[in-house]
């Protein structure tokens, strides 16, 4: 074991190669493989807020009690957006703090970031068609051994079979907002701007306590229908949010404003 944790020190170079949702590629990943659990430590681990919801509906946490054990917020260095990432543990090798002697312990509500691997992904603007064009990248790092071994399957095979596509569907817009920051370059984004994100992208139950007790409804006209669904549903509240980012941040008009509001224009669009 300690050879091969060594050699995740080895070759932590990235050999990105861009892929299509056609192409293939071989590998394999089970616990018979020699490199097993390797890839669960030192990591940047972004995660969704789908992810957020799922992982602590899982430990039975609040959404506070999540964040506060398990993540620290992160800057996306190219947007300047804030979001969460999954601390590791404080021991030699920084391991995942949900890495079991068994493997994932949370198999079953694993980051979006953990099905991936060991693909990378990214969207970005195709300026001729208007429309965003996913892309993905093959991460070589000498430490896996299921690359180049095992099964061949194409890009969209593996994503079905690691449960992505439903898992990204919920979350397009909050990836459209962060590309779209992405695109406006290096400005600064207002202080108040970066909260309202961060509210949005990890933590639910903020949100919808800014949305049903502060003055939010009487600046923002939401139908009968959508209050009771985000009322309860974490999803659907999500959803909502990032409607409601576009709207304030980015001038989109997906929530009807009620009327002209102080509190409103303080929020100045990127
Ligand atoms: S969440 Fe699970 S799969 Fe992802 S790094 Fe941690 S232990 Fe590994
Ligand atoms: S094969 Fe790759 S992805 Fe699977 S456990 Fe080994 S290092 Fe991780």
């Known amino acids: 074991m300690e050879a091969l944790q060594n050699l995740r020190g080895l070759d932590k170079i990235l050999v990105p190669v861009r892929l299509t949702g056609k192409s293939k590629f071989v590998f394999q990943c089970n616990p018979g493989v020699p490199c097993f659990k390797l890839c669960c430590s030192d990591l940047f681990l972004p995660l969704t807020p789908y992810d957020i919801i799922r992982i602590r509906d899982k430990l039975g946490l609040t959404t506070d009690e999540f964040l506060l054990q398990y993540t620290e917020p992160f800057i996306l260095p190219k947007s300047g957006l804030p979001i969460a990432r999954l601390k590791m543990s404080e021991n030699e090798e920084k391991t995942c703090p ?3 002697d068994g493997g994932c312990n949370i198999y079953e509500v694993r980051p979006l970031a953990c099905r991936y691997y060991p693909l990378g992904f ?5 300026k001729d068609e208007r429309r965003n064009e996913e892309i993905y990248y093959l991460v070589k790092e000498g430490f896996c051994q299921g690359l180049d071994s095992g099964e061949e399957m194409t890009v969209d095979e593996y994503r079905e079979s690691q449960g992505i596509p439903e898992l990204e569907k919920p979350i397009v817009e909050w990836a459209e907002i962060i590309m779209k920051k992405e695109s406006l370059g290096p400005i600064s984004v207002p202080e108040k701007s970066i909260q309202l994100f961060f509210m949005v992208s990890t933590n639910p ?10 003055k939010f409804l009487d600046m923002f006209e939401v139908d009968e229908k959508t209050l009771e669904e985000i009322k309860e ?3 659907k509240l999500l959803q909502f949010g990032f409607k ?3 709207t304030v941040l980015f001038g989109e ?3 009807k404003r009620r009327k002209e509001s102080p509190a409103v224009k303080k929020v100045k669009p990127f």
């Open 98 to 100: 949900f890495l079991g």
């Open 122 to 126: 990214g969207l970005f603007r195709n």
């Open 205 to 214: 139950e903020r949100f919808r306590s800014f949305v049903f007790e502060s």
């Open 233 to 235: 549903d974490d999803l």
């Open 244 to 246: 409601w980012l576009k």
């Open 253 to 255: 008009n997906l929530i």
